[in-house]
T-cell receptor
Framework: NAGVMQNPRHLVRRRGQEARLRCSPM?????VYWYRQLPEEGLKFMVY????????ESGMPKERFSAEFPKEGPSILRIQQVVRGDSAAYFC?????????????FGQGTRLTVV | DAKTTQPTSMDCAEGRAANLPCNHS???????VYWYRQIHSQGPQYIIH???NNETNEMASLIITEDRKSSTLILPHATLRDTAVYYC???????????FGKGTMLLVSP
């Protein structure tokens, strides 16, 4: 059973370009979470999605960032008009349900570098 | 989520047990205790979780005090590969997201 798959592992974008980060959850998991880790800082929650629904986006910056988890295919975290401050590691996690007592498993992350 | 307090760093000799403490004095009855670790630059790795009873799996043991105000993660025979930042997280029942603090940097030395 493959784990949470994130791609690309490394992404370089110039300022002003768009970045698309993909996350394929573990088989049977319908809940996806995105986290961001700035250099030398802790993990910060961004958004929680179920299939076709955004459940909690309280950690998402108000502008330029969006996330989706369509019925088919991976979850996508989209960053428009990237700036240097967006350089970070972005981690995705998935869980089978949102019920308490279930564990969430993380992918290996996408490292975004904005030049 | 209840706030957790962990030591900033700890050292452990290879082959010895590593005991990582966590205080969560404001925990309520419906909140689980989760432990994750992050080995340098990798994604966080789930270790174990519990509500009231002590738990054990192939990676570690989780000891929760009777009043649930603190817990200890035990790695029975630490190896160099256990060097990582360990996060203790209290997760509210019915609320799915995990809130990471600063964690404990565990350094396992030969």
């Amino acid at each position: 059973n493959a784990g949470v798959m994130q791609n690309p592992r490394h992404l370089v974008r110039r300022r002003g370009q768009e970045a698309r980060l993909r996350c394929s959850p573990m088989k049977g998991h319908s809940h996806v979470y995105w986290y961001r880790q700035l250099p030398e800082e802790g993990l910060k929650f961004m958004v929680y999605l179920q299939k076709e629904n955004i459940i909690d986006e309280s950690g998402m910056p108000k502008e330029r960032f969006s996330a989706e988890f369509p019925k088919e295919g991976p979850s996508i975290l989209r960053i428009q008009q990237v700036v240097r401050g967006d350089s970070a590691a972005y981690f995705c996690a998935s869980s089978p349900t949102g019920v308490e007592g279930t564990e969430a498993f993380f992918g290996q992350g996408t490292r975004l570098t904005v030049v | 989520d209840a706030k957790t307090t962990q030591p900033t760093s700890m050292d452990c000799a290879e082959g010895r047990a590593a005991n990582l403490p966590c205080n969560h004095s404001t925990i309520s009855g419906n909140e689980y205790v989760y432990w994750y670790r992050q080995i340098h630059s990798q994604g966080p790795q789930y270790i174990i979780h519990g509500l009231k009873n002590n738990e054990t799996n192939e990676m570690a043991s989780l000891i929760i005090t009777e009043d649930r105000k603190s817990s200890t993660l035990i790695l029975p025979h630490a190896t160099l590969r256990d060097t990582a930042v360990y996060y203790c997280i209290v997760r509210t029942r019915g609320y799915s997201t995990l809130t990471f603090g600063k964690g404990t940097m565990l350094l396992v030395s030969p």
